[in-house]
T-cell receptor, first 117, second 114 residues
């Protein structure tokens, strides 16, 4: 199993450009998450999904959109990139709630380092 | 609003010593997570704590949860250099708001010196 993969690994954008980050998981997980991590900080949740076709806003959703058309994929879009969106983006997935601790465990992808100039 | 505070933010300790990292959170939550992150790498799940009084141990790390005090601890026993990393705690608000919003602490950067 590949686990959680992210594409691309690195990207440089100019202000105002758009792009889509792809997250894929092969563990048949219901829940998927997008986070950003800025230097010296913990992760902040952007959007998440509790199943195919569903999405919800997290702590910092402004400037981002997401889609979960297939259970295994979770896309993060930046419509008009801004320098404030320079960050490392992590995707994660989990089985979902079943009462067992292991079902809530999140598996993280390797990250995408995005720079907006 | 759910807030998560970790302390200390930086911890330098000698091999063989014990220490504890603290994680306080501001509102009721029954799920507490601990993660490890090596420099330039992704996050690795260490523990998921679901209930008051839960205690989990893996090697030299032991995590506990006190939901009444809104406090979790990560105890390091007889530290070794390989434990050098940044440790994050996180909580989610599912219990309270029927969603899955996650909040992370700022992280504790641990350095274990010989």
């Amino acid at each position: 199993n590949a686990g959680v993969t992210q594409t691309p690994k690195f990207r440089v954008l100019k202000t105002g450009q758009s792009m889509t980050l792809l997250c894929a998981q092969d563990m048949n997980h219901e829940y998927m998450y997008w986070y950003r991590q800025d230097p010296g900080m913990g992760l902040r949740l952007i959007h998440y999904s509790v199943g195919e076709g569903t999405t919800a806003k997290g702590e910092v959703p402004d400037g981002y959109n997401v889609s979960r058309l297939k259970k295994q994929n979770f896309l993060l879009g930046l419509e008009s990139a801004a320098p404030s969106q320079t960050s490392v983006y992590f995707c994660a997935s989990s089985y979902g709630g079943s009462g067992r601790p292991s079902s809530y465990e999140q598996y993280f992808g390797p990250g995408t380092r995005l720079t907006v100039t | 609003e759910l807030k998560v505070e970790q302390n200390p933010l930086f911890l330098s300790m000698q091999e063989g010593k014990n220490y504890t990292i603290y994680c306080n959170y501001s509102t009721t939550s029954d799920r507490l997570y601990w993660y490890r992150q090596d420099p330039g790498k992704s996050l690795e799940s260490l523990f998921v704590l679901l209930s008051n009084g839960a205690v989990k141990q893996e090697g030299r790390l032991m995590a506990s949860l006190d939901t009444k005090a809104r406090l979790s601890t990560l105890h390091i026993t007889a530290a070794v250099h390989d434990l050098s990393a940044t440790y994050f705690c996180a909580v989610d608000t599912n219990f309270l708001y029927n969603n899955n919003d996650m909040r992370f602490g700022a992280g504790t950067r641990l350095t274990v010196k010989p």
